[in-house]
């Protein structure tokens, strides 16, 4: 069965500091992958996707990066966090094969409160 | 470009029954689907409607009206644990593998 990490669980970190948040895929292979944020109370907010390694598309600009060194691991990064970088960061995937049903699984979520 | 919209919050009794909609706009649509999140947890799947008509899966059913561009979850024999936010999600052929989710409902049941 498949499985997806993402670690940390919580994150406390200054304005100005780098960020790195890591997001893995157990049980399948060439997923598709996403990063959202969610704000308090808000929807979520689709920021990256990706259909393979090195394969990055970015949805909104800002300050983050995100990365696809293997196959199934999937990095956000920023260099120097915001006040409004906060928020609620998800990782999930699809199958490659994606059909108009896209059925996504999320894994469990990174909350970074920015100070 | 893509819209959604969907109530911001709906309060019902233990054992009722709850009516979710979501209206969208958005250009190649494709389908509707349905995601539940309880607080603090990463979202789940529910349902995914592509045609016409209403799916039925236990107590969750979806229905889509593409004529209409609106879309319905609906939540029968209301449980406690049914309490959480329920998000609509399109699909478009505009921006193939990636969803547009809505703000989302947040679903209170009371005793």
């Known amino acids: 069965s498949q499985t997806i990490h993402q670690w940390p669980a919580t994150l406390v970190q200054p304005v100005g500091s780098p960020l790195s948040l890591e997001c893995t895929v157990e049980g399948t292979s060439n997923p598709n992958l996403y990063w959202y944020r969610q704000a308090a109370g808000r929807g979520l907010q689709l920021l990256f996707y990706s259909v393979g390694i090195g394969q990055i598309s970015s949805e909104v600009p800002q300050n983050l990066s995100a990365s696809r060194p293997q196959d199934r691991q999937f990095i956000l990064s920023s260099k120097k966090l915001l006040l409004s970088d906060s928020g609620f960061y998800l990782c999930a995937w699809s199958p490659i094969h994606t059909s108009s049903y896209n059925e996504q699984f999320f894994g469990p979520g990174t909350r970074l409160t920015v100070l | ?111």
């Not at chain 2, 054992?15 to 999140?37: D, E, P």
């Not at chain 2, 209403?54 to 024999?77: A, H, I, V």
């Not at chain 2, 478009?92 to 679903?107: E, H, I």
Request: contains cysteine; negative net charge.
């Open chain 2, 1 to 111: 470009g893509q819209s959604l919209e969907q109530p911001s919050e709906v309060t019902a009794v233990e054992g009722a029954i709850v009516q979710i909609n979501c209206t969208y706009q958005t250009s190649g649509f494709y389908g509707l689907s349905w995601y539940q999140q309880h607080d603090g947890g990463a979202p789940t799947f529910l349902s995914y409607n592509a045609l016409d008509g209403l799916e039925e899966t236990g107590r969750f059913s979806s229905f889509l009206s593409r004529s209409d561009s609106y879309g319905y979850l609906l939540l029968q024999e209301l449980q406690m644990k049914d309490s959480a936010s329920y998000f609509c999600a399109v699909m478009s052929r505009d921006s193939w593998g990636k969803l547009q989710f809505g703000a989302g409902t947040q679903v209170v049941v009371t005793p």
